[in-house]
T-cell receptor
Framework: KAGVTQTPRYLIKTRGQQVTLSCSPISGHRSVSWYQQTPGQGLQFLFEYFSETQRNKGNFPGRFSGRQFSNSRSEMNVSTLELGDSALYLC???????????????????FGPGTRLTVL | GDSVTQMEGPVTLSEEAFLTINCTYTATGYPSLFWYVQYPGEGLQLLLKATKADDKGSNKGFEATYRKETTSFHLEKGSVQVSDSAVYFCALRQQGAQKLVFGQGTRLTINP
């Protein structure tokens, strides 16, 4: 079956603009998480969505937001872009939230190829 | 908070050499531990995992053992190939959570 897809793959924006990134999880997966990858800070957790609700949020400013739709597709939005927002944004999907030990053991997260955002 | 520390890279080895990439963690409770691999231009792929102390994860010749007493999860492979060249990330996830906490990553280059 198809993997996690992210669109667009590459994006160039200028400071002050806003951007929306999209993630389509594997069919049947209900949990979507977002991560930011930069050379300096590495991989950092942005947020997690399950059943259209944000379940957890990382330590990012309010300019970073997201949502999840009823078909589990997710979008993240960054407003008032800054140079430091240039990064690879990765989306990961999984079947469950991993709330129980049993779910956690079998709850592999599958990553998409990412969206490379460049802010000029 | 939880954190993961990996050995600094880059690591360069010759084909068929033995590989060790060190990973230690700081966390409360009993997290699950993972190794992910990232090939150029791609997202992360799960390489192996261990969900409790003394578990050994293995895949494609790679192994790592969950050592609670030393809070470590070192990645090993007996004989590396050029195709193993990639960036490797150690990560942990607390029980009942989705959030992965990653190490800084180790870039591995295997020369023929």
């Amino acid at each position: 079956k198809a993997g996690v897809t992210q669109t667009p793959r590459y994006l160039i924006k200028t400071r002050g603009q806003q951007v929306t990134l999209s993630c389509s999880p594997i069919s049947g997966h209900r949990s979507v998480s977002w991560y930011q990858q930069t050379p300096g800070q590495g991989l950092q957790f942005l947020f997690e969505y399950f059943s259209e609700t944000q379940r957890n949020k990382g330590n990012f400013p309010g300019r970073f937001s997201g949502r999840q739709f009823s078909n589990s597709r997710s979008e993240m939005n960054v407003s008032t872009l800054e140079l430091g927002d240039s990064a690879l944004y990765l989306c990961a999907s999984s079947l469950f939230r991993g709330a129980t030990r049993q779910e956690g053991r079998n709850n592999e997260q599958f990553f998409g190829p990412g969206t490379r955002l460049t802010v000029l | 908070g939880d954190s993961v520390t990996q050995m600094e890279g880059p690591v360069t080895l010759s084909e068929e050499a033995f590989l060790t990439i060190n990973c230690t963690y700081t966390a409360t409770g009993y997290p699950s531990l993972f190794w992910y691999v990232q090939y150029p231009g791609e997202g992360l792929q799960l390489l192996l995992k261990a969900t409790k102390a003394d578990d050994k994860g293995s895949n494609k010749g790679f192994e790592a053992t969950y050592r609670k007493e030393t809070t470590s999860f070192h990645l090993e492979k007996g004989s590396v190939q050029v195709s193993d060249s990639a960036v490797y990330f150690c990560a942990l996830r607390q029980q009942g959570a989705q959030k992965l906490v990653f190490g800084q990553g180790t870039r591995l280059t295997i020369n023929p």
